[in-house]
């Protein structure tokens, strides 16, 4: 029988915790697949919560108490997950809120999953009948939402719909691998690191609807402006497609800079300035994309491999010369010469750009 931890961070939710508890042994109970823990990690509550835990513990002996400093949500999983994995050893991590905010019945769904293949099921409030509370004002529905569509714009990964759920089942392997990665993320940005490295590192990513309920008992322990900042910095310092936006800004400059020289001041043919200026920048950008936007799977530096993919790279981005040549040559002979560099970003922002980071994934910085 495989084991599975559920970790419970707390802090003064004495309102809810047994009744959370509870509701979880209710929902599990006819399980027979697993064995179903429970570890409390509680930061130092001021309200009881610790009292009334040990007091549950004498009813369910799957049940723990870890005590820990308040340090922020990151901190309390990491301690918790490290807790499960010297005593109990568990095939599967679960993460939960502890203010009835997420419904334990949905507990058997998320074990349904992974043993049909899944290595990280999420709880998603935003597919197919999941859902958020509706009196939430319009400025949480903004945060909620918004903040799920830049982490997933960001990080170009749509698939998955809901970054920073606290309802998660993680195989153990991801969160081994994990910790030295997200341990010093102390806040909710911690969700979101732990779901960035699963996905780096192949996991099968599967989602489940849940219907997220508020708070009844006890206040929020977000810190919104905090939240928004750290989060906002983890995807701009770990995003592989905003660090291809970046260079493709520093590759834009180049190729600007060049075509402004040759055909302004040097007065060359519209093709021969564009011509020159775009196979620099693609030279540029090769060598920023593999050193820095795909570091994790950049290119093998031995000659005899780098050689041939360097040049597969040239072959896949004459495309782009190609493009941008032909098309500020026809634009400017239907609308003018004095236009070139509009006719330039356009095509550069609404063409190349989507081309080539299409094609650079599939044929140059494949996965390995």
Known sequence: MRKAVIIL???????????????????????????????????????????????????????????TKREGLGRAYIQGFQTAFEKINPYLIFEMDADLSHDPNKILEFLKKIEEGADFVIGSRYIKGGSIPKDWGIHRKIFSVGANLVIRFGFMKLRVTDWTSGFRAIKSWIIKKATPHVKNYSGYVFQVAILDFAIKNKAHINEIPIQFRDRVHGESKINSIQYIVQTFLYV??????????????????????????????????????????????????????????????????????????????????????????????????????????????????????????????????KEK
């Not at 200026?277 to 693609?282: C, F, K, L, N, V």
Request: glycine share 6%; aromatic share 16%; hydrophobic share 50%.
């Open 236 to 365: 701009f310092l770990n995003s592989s497609f905003i660090k291809f936006a970046l260079v493709g800004l520093i590759g834009f400059v180049i190729d600007f800079g060049i075509s402004y020289i040759f055909i302004e001041n040097l007065k060359s043919a519209v093709w021969v300035g564009t011509f020159i200026s775009s196979e620099t920048a693609i030279v540029s950008n090769f060598f920023l994309n593999n050193f820095w936007s795909f570091a994790h799977k950049k290119l093998d530096h031995k000659l005899s491999a780098y050689l041939p993919n360097f040049i597969k790279f040239n072959v896949v981005s004459s495309g782009s010369i190609l493009i941008q040549t032909i098309g500020v040559q026809l634009a400017s002979n239907f609308f003018g010469r004095k236009l070139w560099y509009l006719y330039k970003v356009i095509l550069i922002v609404f063409i190349i750009i989507p081309y080539s980071y299409v094609l650079y994934n599939k044929f140059i910085w």
């Open 9 to 67: 961070p707390t802090y003064n939710e004495a309102g809810a915790i047994e009744q959370v508890i509870n509701g979880i042994h209710e929902a599990v109970q006819e399980n027979k697949n697993w064995e179903i823990h429970i570890i409390v990690v509680d930061s130092n509550s001021q309200d009881g919560t610790q009292e009334i835990v040990l007091r549950l513990i004498k009813k369910f002996p799957r049940l723990q108490l870890l005590q």
